[in-house]
């Protein structure tokens, strides 16, 4: 068996927590200070770093490149151990409130896993294991003084945390109404009950060692699959409330924003009643968003003096005769503000009465149909020139 055989199934995983991580660092780059923000990065970073540490050829890599057989145990050991101290203090912040009890509850947790953390380097480092073993290290040292140490403390550690985590989900679940948060738990119990399957593998394989027996394939086919189930699914677990609500806005927002673009535009000449904030197009989309509605209210304000409702409402009759209610409105209402553009690039306000100007809701409830109206142009001219035509004829009729 080569080094890449067992290296794809902890690609998909990677690449995944990856996106994930990418998705959400402009948000810790924001507001990293925020505790919340700070320990979703810090988990997805550790389960990345996990996935990319125990792929059979980089556990090669690592251990030739710093010439030490199996320094790769003691630094994958570690990070699944901070993964599985993440894992609890992620827990811990969705069900309890920001309090000092929370606050303590946490930092108790990172104490025993920084601990454990330690003795798996200091029990390392007093074993003595010369030979590399990639697949089989946990079963071949087994019965070796102080490795054997090290691995039942980062497998103990492992199942401890599983089962504390499973724990406090079962009795949180069934209180919990939001979709996404839910979602991702089920997800959660469901790699838990995977990596604990991972665990009684392991251990048996290794307790058949002590007795004469060789059990060796629990250890080395049967429960790495598990592995990755289990990392898989809490790495979705925790993914899922967090990236859920802001994928299921991001279509709506996205649309929206192209949707108003052709009336951005429209109105981008139209000065605003003051300075606007100047924000980047590496902006998160719903302040960019945010931005060219309030762009395109400020501007319609400033065209109130312009618009002419005679004009949309003849528009809006000659259109209703060919299309939808929707697209009439749209069309009628592009006509109007493109007029109203037109008038206050000449600075020709219409005769008010000295009645101050308003914008009617036919213009300010149906934004999106306006502009993507304006997605047509020539639609919107010839209904312009067609109803100016009809005007015109009536007037001098």
């Keep these: ?42 988990l997805l970073l550790l389960a990345a770093a996990v996935f990319l540490s125990v792929a059979p050829a980089s556990i090669h890599k690592l251990n030739t490149t710093t010439g030490v057989p199996n320094i790769a145990a003691p630094w994958t050991y570690s990070l699944l151990t901070a993964f599985c101290g993440s894992c609890l203090t992620m827990v811990i912040t969705w069900r309890e409130e920001p309090s000092p009890r929370r606050s303590r509850r946490i930092r108790r947790v990172w104490t025993i896993y920084t601990g454990i953390i330690l003795g798996l380097w200091c029990t390392f480092a007093l074993a003595d294991v010369p030979s590399e073993r990639i697949y089989d290290l946990d079963t071949y040292y087994a019965s070796e003084p102080w490795m054997r140490e090290h691995i039942l403390l980062y497998l103990f550690a492992h199942m401890v945390s599983a089962l504390v985590a499973a724990y406090m989900i079962w009795k949180w679940i069934s209180k919990v109404r939001a979709s996404w948060l839910k979602a991702g738990l089920v997800f959660l119990q469901a790699g838990y009950a995977f990596g604990l399957v991972f665990d009684v593998a392991k251990l048996t394989a290794i307790s058949a060692r002590w007795t004469g027996t060789n059990w060796d394939d629990l250890s080395t086919k049967v ?27 991001w279509p709506r927002e996205q649309a929206t924003y192209w949707i108003l673009r052709p009336l951005a535009r429209t109105v981008r000449h139209v000065a605003p009643s003051s300075a606007r904030a100047r924000v980047g197009r590496l902006a998160p989309l719903d302040l960019r968003l945010v931005q060219r509605q309030t762009h395109i209210h400020d501007a319609l304000l400033r065209l109130a003096p312009h618009i002419d409702y005679t004009l949309y409402h003849a528009a809006h009759s000659t259109a209703s005769n060919r299309y939808s209610t929707a697209k009439a409105r749209g069309l009628a209402g592009a006509v109007t503000i493109s007029a109203a553009v037109q008038s206050y690039r000449q600075e020709t306000p219409r005769d008010t009465n000295q009645q101050p100007a308003q914008l009617s809701p036919d213009i300010t409830e149906h934004i999106n149909d306006i502009s993507r109206a304006m997605h047509r142009p020539r639609l919107v001219d010839s209904l312009r020139q067609r109803v100016t035509h009809t005007e015109r004829a009536t007037t001098h009729a």
């Excluded at 990677?14 to 979703?40: G, M, Q």
């Excluded at 429960?223 to 994928?247: E, K, Q, R």
């Design 1 to 42: 068996m080569n080094l890449t055989s067992l290296h794809i199934p902890y690609a998909l995983p990677t690449v995944l927590l990856v996106i994930a991580l990418s998705l959400k660092l402009p948000t810790f780059v924001r507001a990293w200070r925020d505790p919340d923000v700070r320990a979703t990065t810090l």
């Design 223 to 249: 429960a790495p699959p598990f592995a990755i189930l289990d990392a898989t699914l809490v790495g979705i677990g925790f993914i899922l409330p967090v990236l859920g609500p802001f994928l299921q806005k």
